[in-house]
């Protein structure tokens, strides 16, 4: 039962270590938000895995332990992310053909 609690606070911690992650850095890496929002997950995921590993140590070795824990959560957060990654491709190639110019359309 101590599982579930640790994947579901994973979920969450990877979720809004994912959306500050794409937000400072991949967002502007990256052209394709579907590349981006997966760089974040994978990002959020080794983030989120080293710090843990660090606070379950209680003094021990480090908790390598914890990569395992967080991947599981990675995987979850992953297909999300690609859904959201090609919500925002879509609105942004209508954009794009929205404000393009038309043919014909002469500028003066």
């Not at 994978?42 to 332990?65: K, T």
Request: with cysteine.
């Amino acid at each position: 039962m101590e599982l579930v609690g640790m994947f579901a606070g994973g979920f969450i911690a990877l979720g809004l270590i994912s959306l500050l992650w794409e937000a400072l850095l991949f967002a502007k890496v990256y052209d394709d938000p579907v590349r981006a929002k997966l760089a974040s997950v994978g990002a959020s995921w080794l983030s989120c895995s080293a710090i843990a590993g660090f606070e379950m140590a209680d003094g021990g070795p480090y908790a390598w332990r914890v990569f395992l824990i967080y991947f599981v959560p990675a995987l979850a957060l992953a297909p999300f992310a690609v859904r959201r990654g090609r919500i925002d491709r879509k609105k942004a190639e209508t954009d794009r053909v929205a404000t393009s110019p038309r043919l014909g359309d002469t500028a003066i």
